[in-house]
Nanobody
Framework: QVQLVESGGGLVQAGGSLRLSCAASGRTFSNIGAGWYRQAPGKEREFVAVISWSGGWTAYADSVKGRFTISRDNAKNTVDLQMNNLKPEDTAIYYC????????????????WGQGTQVTVSS
């Protein structure tokens, strides 16, 4: 079992930055991929970023590439999302995910989710 708790959301102006953090519990976290997803009002949950268990491989949605950076610290059981140059369309609830996997260009969420943290970007 893995439990995830997100933090770091908030209100920011367009062009600003936020750093989201996800704290994980469970002995298997350091052995599995992790990722971030987001859900805007009236829209389906969508993939944002994924990182391999070692941290040596990452991938991003085209909409955030070059602006967001995912990282992890397996010693601390955390995975972070640094978000720069935020845009109003980044407004959403952001969810941490564990067990995230990829095959080719497709990314698949794992079974473990956090409760989500709200990110609001004003124009």
């Amino acid at each position: 079992q893995v439990q995830l708790v997100e933090s770091g959301g908030g209100l920011v102006q367009a062009g600003g930055s936020l750093r989201l953090s996800c704290a994980a519990s469970g002995r298997t976290f350091s052995n599995i991929g992790a990722g971030w997803y987001r859900q805007a009002p009236g829209k389906e949950r969508e993939f944002v970023a994924v990182i391999s268990w070692s941290g040596g491989w990452t991938a991003y949605a085209d909409s955030v590439k070059g602006r967001f950076t995912i990282s992890r610290d397996n010693a601390k059981n955390t995975v972070d999302l640094q978000m720069n140059n935020l845009k109003p369309e980044d407004t959403a609830i952001y969810y941490c995910n564990a067990g995230t996997s990829s095959s080719g260009s497709a990314t698949y969420p794992g079974r473990y989710w956090g409760q989500g943290t709200q990110v609001t970007v004003s124009s």
